[in-house]
Structures are given as C-alpha cells and as structure tokens.
C-alpha cells in the first residue's frame, strides 16, 4: 500500500518486495489476499477500480469509512508498546 494525498492505494501486482529497486512480475496475488480485498469492498471500506491493460491491472483505494480505520493499527501498537513496557 501506498499513501498519495488521495488516500491509501495498494496494487495487487505490487505487493511484492521489490529486486534492487525495480518491480519484477511477480506471482499473482494468493487467493487469501483477493478474498479479502473482495470482503473489504464488500464492507465498503475499498473502492476497486480495474483498467484495461495488458498485463491487466486492479488498483485498490480506500473508502472514507476505510480511512476511519488507519488510527486503528497505531493505537493497537501503542497500547503494546506501553503494556510491554509496564511489564
């Protein structure tokens, strides 16, 4: 996923480590991660947005209420940090 001034986008295809930089064609996304981009959709939380291309290309984009969501992941690991800290 990348952050553009948009929102957050994530291409399927580009989920892969890079090789010295530069994107080499990676192997299909796993059907777990299309699942659950699909769930996602479903839920309202991504737009999907598909173009004509050969090789074809999905871009993926978060929803208003999926940008609700991105405090989430900080506070959680926050909360971690302190509890490991306190222990």
Not at 1 to 6: D, E, L, N, Q
Not at 63 to 80: D, F, N, S, V
Request: contains cysteine; proline residues 10%.
């Amino acid at each position: 996923m990348r952050a553009t001034p948009y929102g957050v986008h994530s291409r399927c295809r580009h989920a892969r480590t890079p090789l010295s930089g530069l994107w080499t064609n990676p192997p299909a996304p796993s059907a777990a991660t299309i699942e659950t981009l699909r769930a996602m959709e479903r839920d309202g939380l991504l737009t999907r947005t598909a173009y004509d291309e050969n090789p074809s290309r999905v871009e993926y984009a978060l929803t208003p209420l999926g940008r609700t969501l991105i405090p989430l992941p900080r506070l959680l690991a926050a909360r971690h940090a302190h509890r490991r800290n306190a222990a």
